[in-house]
């Protein structure tokens, strides 16, 4: 018996979002087969991965504080994919949002107004979309391939902004910690209720949904970014600009990772850390796949890699298995998806060897 594929002709719109689905069974699983050769009860494991961290209101807020900055890089990578703009650099484009938008808030320490969290706000978005130029103008103007261009730049956020909390940013009196002074009141981020938490960033989050699903599948920008992916030279046959929806597409892109580094600055940290991101960016590129590059669907798959985020920081505390059990996790889905995703193009066959034989030998005759 031999397994083969067979190409479909066209894509199967069924296995376009049963894949995610088989992707998620096929993680958890060999998640399963994991903790049994750990040692662990699978069952037992499993609870206090994906349910014991979401029993609670408190663990739902959590759940959702979580998954704000991953929605917001996903939804930004949705637009520039959607072009067939590979960026990469949601991580960094994060961290330099986070830290504009720290040093904004340190100029603004002493201000009582609610204009200060605006600025502040204001600040990180502005960075984020500014690092994401670099990658849209060696692009344009160099042809540099952008996935290259934006993971490297990723390592020099990284670096700025650890200079900065180790230099000119961090607190004197700190007790030399490498942390920032902790921000005004002004410009935090207000709670959303008092039993956990969740802050204003969520309102932000929600802002930026509806807003990049009218971009997406309401408006005519959004139709030419589509048509750029699908097929460059009929974009540029019917006019349209390729190089300005590069800088479109990207700015927008990182934009919602700054904004995404400087919710968590002004929201549940209220400071600047070295440990800003646990590397939301780089989850977020799964997360967008995961959801189809779909608003709708990119929250769906947020709330599940936030969980996972969760659930990995529960199994640690409870049952001593290693930190990088999340990573692990992100990583078995992302390769389980693009596994299944082969079958969205190719259905699988089943072949019996002796048949193959009977032809063959009846084509001889």
């Known amino acids: 018996m031999l397994l083969s594929l067979e190409p479909r002709g066209q894509e199967s719109r069924p296995m376009l979002w049963l894949s995610p689905l088989l992707a998620a069974v096929l993680t958890l699983v060999s998640g399963m087969l994991l903790f049994t050769l750990l040692g662990h009860d699978p069952l037992e494991t499993l609870h206090t991965l994906l349910i014991a961290p979401v029993s609670d209101w408190y663990g739902v807020s959590e759940l959702l504080l979580k998954a704000l900055p991953i929605l917001l890089c996903a939804l930004g990578l949705a637009v520039a994919y959607q072009a067939r703009i590979w960026n990469i650099g949601a991580e960094g484009q994060l961290l330099i949002g986070a830290l504009a938008g720290s040093a904004m808030a340190l100029q603004l320490i002493d201000w009582e107004s609610r204009w200060a969290l605006a600025w502040v706000v204001l600040a990180g978005t502005c960075a984020g979309a500014a690092w994401a130029g670099l990658t849209a103008w060696l692009r344009t103007q160099f042809n540099a391939n952008e996935i290259l261009t934006?993971?490297?730049?990723?390592?020099?956020?990284l670096n700025l902004l650890l200079f900065f909390v180790h230099?000119?940013?961090?607190?004197?009196?700190?007790?030399?910690?490498?942390?920032?002074?902790?921000?005004?009141?002004?410009?935090?981020?207000?709670?959303?209720?008092?039993?956990?938490?969740?802050?204003?960033?969520?309102?932000?989050?929600?802002?930026?949904?509806?807003?990049?699903?009218?971009?997406?599948?309401?408006?005519?920008?959004?139709f030419q970014i589509k048509v750029l992916g699908l097929d460059k030279r009929a974009a540029g046959f019917v006019g349209f600009r390729e190089k300005r929806l590069v800088w479109f597409a990207l700015l927008v892109s990182g934009a919602l990772a700054g904004m995404a580094g400087v919710g968590e600055v002004a929201g549940p940290i209220g400071q600047l850390v070295p440990q800003v991101s646990p590397g939301y960016g780089y989850a977020a590129i799964t997360v967008a796949f995961l959801g189809r590059l779909n608003p709708l669907g990119i929250v769906a798959a947020s709330l599940l890699m936030a969980l996972l985020y969760l659930g990995g920081e529960n199994a640690q505390m409870n049952l001593n298995l290693p930190q990088a059990i999340t990573q692990l996790f992100q990583g078995m889905m992302l390769f389980y998806l693009l596994a299944c995703d082969v079958l969205i193009l190719y259905r699988p066959r089943l072949k019996w060897k002796w048949a193959r034989r009977q032809t063959l030998a009846e084509a001889t005759i």
């Open 150 to 157: 934006s993971i490297m730049l990723n390592y020099i956020a």
């Open 167 to 222: 230099g000119p940013l961090k607190d004197p009196a700190g007790f030399n910690f490498p942390e920032s002074a902790m921000f005004g009141d002004a410009s935090r981020l207000p709670l959303v209720s008092e039993d956990g938490r969740l802050h204003g960033g969520l309102y932000l989050a929600l802002l930026a949904l509806v807003a990049v699903w009218v971009l997406l599948h309401k408006s005519f920008l959004g």
